[in-house]
């Protein structure tokens, strides 16, 4: 008897069993798809088992029917055969995953000690998670009819529309878009044309490949990166494009695929933010003549769907996406291309947490091809990694073209008045620049009107019941908002202590922020950039189109303004308020703060006019802003890795987050003190452990969050304590009581 051990999306370290008929099994047509790759890696080939990835349907629960995905197929199981229920059907003919995909994700649920049915799941289309056919759609076309295929078109002549289109679709001709369906209704009313549904057609886009000229010739330290990667095109290698902004990392990135593409190889392209790059992924549409695929939100499920089939038959060139692109499946992956590494969005933070980034190393590791890693700030880990060998780095040192660097300055806000936040000193600056038809940016990393709503007579403040923490006061939709669980609640018109009506915000946001702006410079066009405003379809483009029309405009915005984006006539930027970033208690605060700073002063100014780019600070004295100021971020990069390294932090340990979270403030720390206790008892020196202690945030929606932090100085030991761990953890009743959680290499903690 065969039984399919199958792997349904549900948070369970287990498989759950069924019989499976043999024979139907084999009436598939188990095609190995992947040829392409067993010239490049014959060893991965090998050892996939070709039967395994297939979706099925299985009975589960009372009536219900669910979708699984065969993980291994043996003739053992720990439930005696007769109490098995078998297969209900088998959906795919072949398997789901292609052999690399299915590598990376088993290997991901290892590294990760997360459920591989939960995984698996994740790595799909919504549409194919619903068991819907991994097949294309047909389409609808107009096609001629035997008389619209020989009719004289000259009976057309008093519809010179019709003839029109009627001769194009003779002669097979792309047709233009001014073409209303009127049209084509009345050539089918007259039987010249009709509709029909058919398969859409493989592009083989290789045949008819180009790259359009530029005129850009490539600088010394871009050839040379040009060369080290090509050198190395076919094989497994990890590079670090270190190039400040604006030093033409995307003519390197263009550049090389140039080469690629040519040979007829596909590539990954990820962005953190689709939305604020439209310049960048206009550029590689310009450049070749290859069919892109941008997997953006905007998608529909369809289209979503529709781009993983092509990119798995090979039918298109480029697929640029953000995290979850990483598993669109390829049929000749040539390469992997990470813009912006160091960004953090490149870390899932719910459920499977897994890291883009480092699942792309690995990746590009099982498919035997090079992946690159561009960075203006790359993050501390990739540095050390480029330090030690790991990865081969190469620099670009200056910018492209003239342009020049930023002028840095630093305002020392202690006795100055500030209104929303700025002083007068930057309200000058401002004033200059706009005088001049300037840009301004103005960054601060706070959305809202005010932090705080407090009650001027007795002290009250507004508090999230769900997460006990101040909601933030939301002028313009006259409400609360708790920005940890995100819930709404109506403003209060009296304190609920004292009745007092004296209800006062204090702090600022960038909601404050963009009035105040607008009473100082009432001729002037501002746009708000954060979540609250880009959250609506289409808002964040016509606010790009209103800011690249140029002319004195200001920019108010949160981190999303740091990513990537590239406006050239900005020439001042601001950061309001620095001084939450240095004095944080997350240690990895600093190094986003050196981030967002070189990012967004690299962005000010332009080959003609020099930017200009303003800190507001308590603080001018602090090292970290003198580093950076003075000597850049390559140099504040060298004394926090050394400080790393001295106190053990990562990159130079390794870490895992355990977390617990329940309702009553008691099961969450009684487990994980029962973690510690079972950790404590291995004896192993170099395992450190931190808590259990409250989480950064002690309380969200409702829940007692709890953690424990495990450190240890080798990944290899750490991995498998926490497997052993996870085998114990598993066979607790405890558990029942608690949502729980494993982070691997955790960002925030
Ligand atoms: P990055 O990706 O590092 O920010 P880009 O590739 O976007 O840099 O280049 C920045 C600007 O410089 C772009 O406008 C680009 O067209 C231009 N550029 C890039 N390389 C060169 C070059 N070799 N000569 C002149 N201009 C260049
Ligand atoms: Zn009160
Ligand atoms: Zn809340």
New binding site residues.
């Given amino acids: 008897m065969l039984i399919a051990h199958v792997a349904l999306p549900m948070p369970v370290y287990r498989l759950f069993d069924y019989t499976i008929d043999e024979r139907e099994l084999n009436k598939l047509d188990l095609a190995n798809e992947c040829e392409e790759r067993s010239e490049n890696s014959p060893n991965n080939a090998k050892s996939y088992d070709n039967r395994v990835g297939l979706r099925v349907k299985v009975p589960f629960g009372k009536r219900q029917q669910a979708i699984g995905i065969i993980v291994k197929l043996d003739s053992s199981s720990e439930i005696a055969v007769e109490k098995l229920k078998p297969v209900t059907e088998i959906i795919d003919q072949t398997p789901i995953f292609t052999a690399p995909i299915w590598q990376l994700l088993s290997w991901a649920a290892n590294y990760y000690h997360y459920p591989i049915g939960e995984i698996l799941f994740h790595a799909l289309p919504v549409l194919l998670r619903q068991g819907k056919p991994a097949a294309f759609d047909t389409i609808k076309q107009w096609q001629l009819t035997e008389v619209g295929q020989t009719v004289d078109t000259k009976t057309l002549t008093r519809t010179p529309k019709q003839q029109q289109l009627l001769a194009l679709l003779r002669n097979s001709c792309d047709i233009p878009d001014h073409f209303s369906t009127t049209i084509y209704r009345e050539l089918e009313k007259k039987s010249l044309i009709k509709q029909v549904s058919c398969p859409i057609l493989s592009s083989n886009w290789q045949n008819r490949f180009s790259v359009n000229p530029t005129d850009l010739q490539l600088n010394d330290q871009q050839k040379n990166a040009v060369a080290e990667i090509t050198k190395q095109n076919q094989q497994f290698a990890c590079f670090l494009l270190d190039g400040v902004t604006g030093s033409g990392k995307t003519e390197v990135y263009l550049t090389v695929l140039s080469d690629l593409l040519a040979r007829g190889k596909q590539a990954l392209v990820m962005v953190p933010e689709i939305s604020l790059t439209p310049q960048t992924i206009s550029r590689f549409k310009q450049r070749f003549n290859a069919p892109i695929d941008i997997l953006h939100s905007g998608l529909t499920e369809k289209e979503r769907l529709a781009v993983w089939l092509r990119s798995k038959s090979g039918d298109n060139a480029i697929v640029i996406g953000t995290r979850s692109s990483l598993f669109t499946p390829f049929k000749k992956l040539g390469m992997i291309i990470i813009d912006e590494e160091h960004d953090s969005s490149y870390k899932q933070q719910e459920g499977f947490r897994y890291h883009a980034r480092d699942l792309a190393i690995i990746r590009a590791k099982i498919e035997n091809i090079p992946i690159i890693l561009g960075s203006a700030t790359p993050s501390l880990e990739t540095l050390n990694n480029g330090e030690n060998g790991k990865y081969q780095r190469l620099r670009l040192t200056e910018r492209a073209g003239n342009a020049m660097f930023a002028m840095q300055s630093i305002i020392d806000l202690r006795g100055l008045v500030l209104s929303a936040g700025l002083s007068m000193l930057l309200i000058e600056k401002i004033r200059a620049h706009l005088a001049n038809n300037n840009q301004v940016m103005l960054f601060l990393n706070r959305r809202g009107f005010a932090p705080l709503l407090l009650c001027h007579d007795c002290g009250w403040i507004a508090e999230?019941?769900?997460?006990d923490?101040p909601?933030t006061y939301h002028k313009h939709q006259n409400q609360l908002s708790?920005?940890?669980?995100?819930?709404p609640r109506a403003l209060p018109t009296q304190c609920p202590k004292c009745g007092s009506t004296h209800l006062q915000p204090i702090g600022f946001g960038t909601e404050q922020l963009e009035k105040q702006l607008a009473i100082l410079f009432p001729d002037t066009p501002i746009s708000r950039i954060d979540r609250d405003t880009v959250s609506k379809k289409g808002a964040l483009d016509s606010y790009l189109a209103k800011v690249n029309q140029g002319g004195a405009h200001i920019l108010v915005g949160t981190q999303i303004l740091a990513k990537g984006h590239h406006f050239p006539d900005i020439t001042l930027v601001g950061i309001i308020d620095v001084d939450g970033a240095l004095f944080s208690s997350d240690f990895r605060a600093t190094e986003r703060f050196a981030q967002i700073y070189t990012q967004v002063s690299g962005r000010a100014g332009r080959e003609s006019k020099r930017g200009e780019v303003i800190l507001q600070t308590y603080h001018p004295d602090h090292p970290l802003l003198k580093t950076l100021l003075h000597s850049g971020y390559q140099s504040f990069a060298e004394e926090t890795l050394q400080e790393r390294k001295q106190t053990l932090l990562p990159p130079f340990s390794y870490q895992v987050l355990i977390q617990g979270a329940d309702r009553n403030n008691q099961y969450a720390p009684q487990f994980l003190q029962k973690v510690y206790d079972h950790l404590k008892a291995y004896g192993d020196k170099n395992l450190w452990l931190l808590g259990p202690m409250p989480a950064t945030q002690p309380k969200?929606?409702g829940y007692y969050r709890w953690q424990l932090l495990l450190q240890h100085t080798n990944r290899q030991t750490l991995q498998q304590i926490v497997s052993q761990l996870l085998l114990t953890i598993n066979r607790w009743d405890s558990i029942k009581n608690v949502r729980w959680r494993i982070d691997v290499d955790p960002i925030e903690n």
């Fill in positions: 999230c019941p769900r997460c923490r909601y708790c920005h940890y669980c995100d819930t969200k929606a």
